[in-house]
């Protein structure tokens, strides 16, 4: 099996930013794992909040130089597991380009890999990145095929609020909040009261991430349920934060293997957890890989591919605001004829 990659800047349509940073690019590696005529694609969409970059990816992949015959979809993420050193995006790149060789090669949808029903359509939630406020109406407007806006939060409570007051001029579609670790115990407290009078589903990782005892305070007095984002990284963790959080997001950037989301998601179900399917800004190579296991959780916030002008690659669609998975085998991908000429 040949391992090859490729280094992309995504562009962002918008300048993307939450409470800790702003882009206008993203660099990704795509990775190829090809035998027997068949490619399996995959996706490292690296974050530095995770102490991760586009180089580490880079050098980790050319390390790689023998990959052994495997017998099960198991060995063989199991063998690329142990080749990423612990860079979880590469991990994720692996697992999603190993799966798709592998379900090719088995002829099945990677959905039916992980034995998930295609017809179970989610929502997916679509971001509206902070930044001029002024464009909000605009914003509003480009959100028009979704029926849920996910804002990122987390500035301070008059800004945050402004955000929100501004965003209910506009539309009275469902809001979900990411506070992205910005706010104190105090106005976590004032702003889950106030956001449970404005349509607002959820909030997601309120506080830092080493504050899970205050997160476990506020879960009690909440009205609206506290989702973990900085505090869900792996399966490892699902158990710890179980009574900190009504909730979890799964990334696959996070994780890394898609073995291990799939645990997440078993384990979440466990300690009766609510189960979010989240990403990075991506591509559609990783935000499909992610959507085949959407049909097994309760909330899906699979826009990064929708935030970016020059996606290489098709996969996923959206129809109605809702997830349609590819039928045809593995991912499902395809070279986005529009802009076939980027990579
Ligand atoms: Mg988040």
């Known amino acids: 099996m040949d391992l090859t990659f490729k280094q992309f800047r995504i562009q962002c349509t918008h300048p993307f930013g939450i409470s800790r940073s702003t882009h206008d690019f993203y660099d990704i590696t795509f990775v ?21 970059y586009p180089n580490h990816v880079v050098d980790q992949l ?13 060995e063989g993420d199991t063998w690329f597991m142990s080749q990423s050193h612990g860079i979880k995006s590469l991990e994720a790149a692996l697992s999603m380009a190993w ?5 090719q090669k088995n002829d099945q949808p990677l959905y039916e890999y992980f ?7 989610l929502a997916t939630s679509f971001t509206i990145a902070i930044g001029d406020l002024n464009l909000i109406p605009d914003k509003i407007e480009e959100a028009s095929p979704y029926s849920i806006i996910k804002v990122k939060l987390g500035v301070n409570e008059l800004e945050d609020k402004d955000i929100i007051r501004r965003i209910r001029k506009e539309t009275d579609k469902v809001i979900r909040v990411d506070a992205n670790e910005g706010w104190d115990l105090e106005t976590g407290e004032r702003m889950c009261h106030w956001l449970a009078d404005q349509n607002v589903e959820f909030v997601e990782q309120p506080f830092k991430a080493d504050n899970l005892g205050d997160t476990a305070l506020l879960k009690h007095k909440s009205p609206l349920p506290i989702i973990a984002d900085e505090n869900s990284m792996h399966s490892g963790d699902i158990e ?8 979890i997001n799964i990334k696959l950037m996070k994780c890394g293997s898609l073995l291990d989301a799939e645990k997440m998601i078993q384990l979440a179900r466990k300690y009766d957890l609510k189960i979010m399917l989240g ?10 890989a992610a959507s085949h296991l959407s049909p097994l959780v309760d909330y899906a916030d699979l826009d990064g591919n929708l935030l970016i002008n020059n996606d290489p690659y098709a996969g996923v669609k959206i129809h109605n605001g809702k997830i349609i ?17 980027l990579l």
């Open 240 to 247: 710890p934060i179980a009574h900190a959080f009504h909730g």
């Open 99 to 103: 799966l798709d060789w592998w379900t």
């Open 62 to 74: 050319k390390k790689i130089n023998h990959i052994p015959p495997f017998n099960t979809a198991v």
């Open 115 to 121: 034995g998930a029903d295609p017809t179970h359509q």
């Open 279 to 288: 990403c990075m800004v991506e591509s559609s190579v990783g935000i499909t």
């Open 325 to 341: 998975l590819p039928e045809s085998p593995g991912l499902g991908m395809s070279l986005n004829s529009d802009i076939e000429n």
């Open 32 to 52: 190829y794992l090809e035998q027997e005529g068949i490619i399996g694609r995959g996706e490292a969409a690296p974050s530095k909040r995770y102490g991760e």
